[in-house]
């Protein structure tokens, strides 16, 4: 059992600025990579960012040098910085976690409820 809840969702104008928050609790002992999808109405669910309990990341290249995910020391909180946000970022984000990158990157076996995101231009 792994519970995850996102934070930090909102609106903001285009070229903002959020922060997500994703808290893990519950059996984490298994968990070995987490990270952050979105979808958004009409397009294909997408994996934003994944972090993997050694620190290696990974973005998708329509974030890369704008999206930054990073966790806290004791990896039961990462965390989206998202800066110079576009229209086009506006989606439901979802906080993911799964044993292994391999697994995160096919769906995950754990998932938050999502927050989200809105940039208006």
């Known amino acids: 059992q792994v519970q995850l809840v996102e934070s930090g969702g909102g609106l903001v104008q285009a070229g903002g600025s959020l922060r997500l928050s994703c808290v893990a609790s519950g059996s984490f002992f298994s968990v070995g990579a987490m990270g952050w999808y979105r979808q958004a109405p009409g397009k294909r669910r997408e994996l934003v960012a994944l972090i993997t309990s050694d620190g290696i990341t990974d973005y998708l290249d329509s974030v890369k040098g704008r999206f930054t995910i990073f966790r806290a020391n004791a990896w039961h909180t990462v965390y989206l910085q998202m800066d110079s946000l576009k229209p086009e970022d506006t989606a439901v984000y979802y906080c993911?976690?799964?044993?292994?990158?391999?697994?995160?990157?096919?769906?995950?076996?754990?998932w938050g409820q999502g927050t989200q995101v809105t940039v208006s231009s």
């Open positions: 993911a976690a799964d044993p292994t990158p391999y697994g995160l990157r096919n769906g995950g076996d754990y």
